[in-house]
């Protein structure tokens, strides 16, 4: 699987746009892009995921950049709950080494209020 | 649905005792992870599995052991607990390609 790049940390005012990066220079054609994240200690939650075209769901836009080679969680109006670790993986699908999947350090997001 | 349960919550050990953590899942999914968190550290991968009988190491197996006779079970074993193995182990488990993972709200262990 690719490997990622996150900054450590990153604070966002409560209510506004929270914008995680991620770079994944060495994706491959085939590999999706996850988010997860961690909130405490509690197990990591996942958010969501996509392979090229930008995706949004009810908690979170991804933005996939046209070269995929780094990619931006949205989270439009955060708050204080969504202080957590955020994790960008990348993989494709379950066959050899791909069938390993690793988490990096992530990003700690704290909200501000 | 359940989900993934793990048990126990907490445990706390003494260097050379062993144990077995468990994991289960109701979800019928194929593929099960289980990975250990130091603190302030991310998920390090420890066993997986693809699918009863079919077990695998990952980044960190060295002081554990898997199996994984049924869909729904994989339980971890610590033969004998060194306190290097102190953390917050956490199970996983995913249908396969595009679907994300299920994770179980994790066993913090103490070794002392």
């Known amino acids: 699987d690719a490997k990622t790049t996150q900054p450590t940390s990153m604070d966002c005012a409560e209510g506004r746009a929270a914008n995680l990066p991620c770079n994944h220079s060495?994706?491959?054609?085939?590999?999706?892009v996850y988010w997860y994240r961690q909130i405490h200690s509690q197990g990591p939650q996942y958010i969501i995921h996509g392979l090229k075209n930008n995706e949004t769901n009810e908690m979170a836009s991804l933005i996939i950049t046209e070269d995929r080679k780094s990619s931006t969680l949205i989270l439009p109006h955060a708050t204080l709950r969504d202080t957590a670790v955020y994790y960008c993986?990348?993989?494709?699908?379950?066959?050899?080494?791909?069938?390993?999947?690793?988490f990096g350090s992530g990003t700690q997001l704290t909200v501000l209020p | 649905n359940a989900g993934v349960t793990q048990t126990p919550k907490f445990r706390i050990l003494k260097i050379g005792q062993s144990m077995t953590l468990q994991c289960t899942q109701d979800m019928n999914h194929n593929y099960m992870y289980w990975y250990r968190q130091d603190p302030g550290m991310g998920l390090k991968l420890i066993y997986y599995s693809v699918g009863a009988g079919i077990t695998d190491k990952g980044e960190v197996p060295n002081g554990y052991n898997v199996s994984r006779s049924t869909t729904e079970d994989f339980p971890l074993r610590l033969e004998l607990a060194a306190p290097s193995q102190t953390s917050v182990y956490f199970c996983a488990s995913t249908s396969g390609t595009n679907s994300p993972l299920h994770f179980g709200n994790g066993t913090r262990l103490t070794v002392t």
């Open positions: 993986i990348v993989r494709v699908g379950f066959s050899g080494s791909a069938r390993q999947l690793t």
């Open positions: 060495t994706i491959s054609g085939n590999e999706y």
